[in-house]
């Protein structure tokens, strides 16, 4: 039988982590059609509201149900507006291991966000959900995402050479792809022990109703 994983809100200092919804529509294609955005992912550009639509109601839900991973949207816990999203991917059940990624809004970098979000989410999988492994990927060129994995404890393990597509936008708006290299990173139970407290056990709450 598939495992899933539960509809989830995750609470830290200043932001809660919780499922995608329709009303987060308009930030999420704002955000998407960020240039960062487009460098560093396969989201396709332009990215327009009916594309977020689709993924909150029908890919996130499907990605959820199949077990193969999470979508959550990051807000602010004051305003609640929209700062970004986590993704979980590419999750094997039998070897307790998944792969995150993350995502901010161009207004809200340089904020922590990126570490806040993805370090609670990975205390949440290590210890609520028994997890043993979450691996990240991050392009050879992509600093900042390099130092949110060095930030929240994880482990460099090496480059797959070659095996990421990154982009590049041309003054007249196209895009053009570019191969560079992955550098993979990894964090186990035992490296929280290094890692900032942003969440506990009080900061997770399940919906199991929600739609």
């Known amino acids: 039988m598939t495992s899933t994983f539960p509809n989830i809100s995750i609470s830290t200092e200043r932001l809660v982590l919780r499922p995608l919804d329709e009303d987060d529509v308009p930030a999420l294609a704002a955000m998407m059609n960020d240039e960062q955005v487009g460098a560093w992912t396969d989201v396709p550009q332009p990215y327009t509201e009916d594309q977020a639509r689709t993924w909150i109601t029908e890919y996130a839900p499907r990605e959820r149900t199949a077990g193969r991973g999470l979508d959550l949207a990051v807000t602010e816990f004051l305003t609640q507006r929209l700062v970004g999203i986590v993704q979980l991917a590419k999750t094997n059940w039998h070897l307790r291991s998944t792969e995150l990624s993350y995502s901010i809004a161009p207004w809200a970098r340089g904020e922590g966000y990126a570490s806040e979000a993805s370090?609670?989410?990975?205390?949440?999988?290590?210890?609520?959900?028994?997890?043993?492994?979450?691996?990240?990927?991050?392009?050879?060129?992509?600093?900042?995402?390099?130092?949110?994995?060095q930030k929240i404890g994880c482990?460099?393990?090496?480059?797959?050479?070659?095996?990421?597509?990154?982009?590049?936008?041309?003054?007249?708006?196209?895009?053009?792809?570019?191969?560079?290299?992955?550098?993979?990173?990894?964090?186990?139970?035992e490296d929280l022990d290094g890692a900032g407290e942003l969440a506990d056990a009080n900061g997770f709450t399940s919906f199991s109703d929600w739609n």
């Open 119 to 149: 370090l609670a989410t990975a205390q949440w999988l290590l210890r609520d959900q028994k997890f043993e492994r979450i691996e990240l990927r991050t392009a050879a060129d992509n600093t900042a995402s390099q130092q949110v994995a």
């Open 155 to 189: 482990i460099s393990e090496g480059v797959l050479r070659n095996a990421c597509i990154a982009h590049v936008r041309a003054e007249d708006g196209t895009w053009t792809d570019i191969r560079t290299d992955f550098i993979v990173w990894s964090l186990l139970p």
